[in-house]
């Protein structure tokens, strides 16, 4: 590549990108606006030139499953909500989305999922098992009813016994009296 001045730089977000890259090792702020057009330069600017995240990229990239995914991982290493509506549409990104950012369900992307054999497979191994996650639920419900009725049972075990001890003493003083 031919070395651009900064004017050329400005005509295409490939050429900005570069200009930062190679030229001035760093920042260019008067080619963001180009850059921030093209999904593919905005997210490899914020790798390789921003080394952090791009604000002035993150609609373009949110546009993108592939770079969505990319620039939670590598550029946020966290959530990237502009991005999640896309990825729900891909059983890919939305798996690997679960697994690698949030650590933990994507309801947005479990319908996809589903509809996916291999992920749908993977998802329910590493991820999310409804029918395990629901019989959990149910025996937490059944534990805490059963120990709550033993609670009242006890309850009324102690007032029985109470009255019992009242109805020995009003006897005993009936037969003494």
Known sequence: MTKLNEQEALKSARDSYYYALDIL???????????????????????????????????????SARYSYWYARYILKGRFEKGEDIISKYAHYSY?????????RFEKGEDVISKDDRYS??????????????????????????????????????????EMIEFEKSDLAELLG
Not at 96 to 104: F, G, P, S
Not at 121 to 144: F, T, V
């Open 121 to 162: 497979k993977l998802y329910k191994e590493n991820i999310y098992d409804a029918e395990k996650e629901l019989k959990k639920k149910l025996e937490k419900e059944l534990k805490i009813k059963q120990e709550k009725k033993q609670k009242e049972l006890k309850k009324k075990q102690e007032i029985f016994q109470k």
């Open 96 to 104: 690997n989305y679960a697994r690698d950012i949030l650590k933990n």
């Open 25 to 63: 090792k760093g920042r260019f702020e008067k080619g963001e606006d180009v850059i921030s057009k093209d999904a593919y330069y905005s997210y490899n600017y914020a790798l390789e030139v921003l080394k952090g995240r791009f604000e002035k990229g993150k609609d373009i990239i949110s546009k």
